[in-house]
């Protein structure tokens, strides 16, 4: 299971592990593309990253947006510092990169738990690679919002694998 862009890292997991996959879940998460390296962000999320960086590093995640965007993510004022506290301030150029997509990762099974914008293209993707997409309204950080809804629906998910 992979939460946002540790979607894109699953290719890359899925070839190096020494026995099979039975199903993957990609978790409001992003898509490898199918053929070929991915971009880890967009060109218009480099143009929005790029005056960010301060000696090569960016700001937390959740400094990047409008309090508006972040507030919603956290139902509890004690687990929004946790996790503001935990976030690493991410090189530029982990977002500059491109991740290889190893032929035939995805020779298991596949689906995709949507939360909400901005993933609502990526739950389009992986429904027409045929991949079982459930939604569990949200915003990105549902998980920890409400965890036993999303651990049913995980469950779910990996027991239709």
Known sequence: MAHSNAGLFLPAIRS?????????VF??????????????????????????????????????????????????????????EEQPCLPLSYYEQHIPVPEGWDDHPCSYLLFGPPYEDCAADAH?????????????????????????HLVELAASA
């Open 16 to 24: 190096r592990l020494d026995h099979p996959v039975t199903g993957s």
């Open 27 to 84: 978790v409001d998460a992003a898509l490898p593309d199918r053929t070929g390296p991915t971009p880890v962000a967009s060109p218009e999320l480099l143009e929005l990253l790029r005056p960010m960086a301060v000696n090569g590093r960016l700001p937390r995640w959740t400094d990047w947006w409008d309090e508006a965007d972040v507030a919603p993510m956290f139902s509890d004022p004690a687990v929004r510092r946790a996790v503001i």
């Open 128 to 152: 027409e690679r045929g991949r079982r997409v459930a939604r569990q309204p949200g915003a990105h950080l549902h998980q920890i919002v409400d965890p036993a809804g999303t651990a049913r």
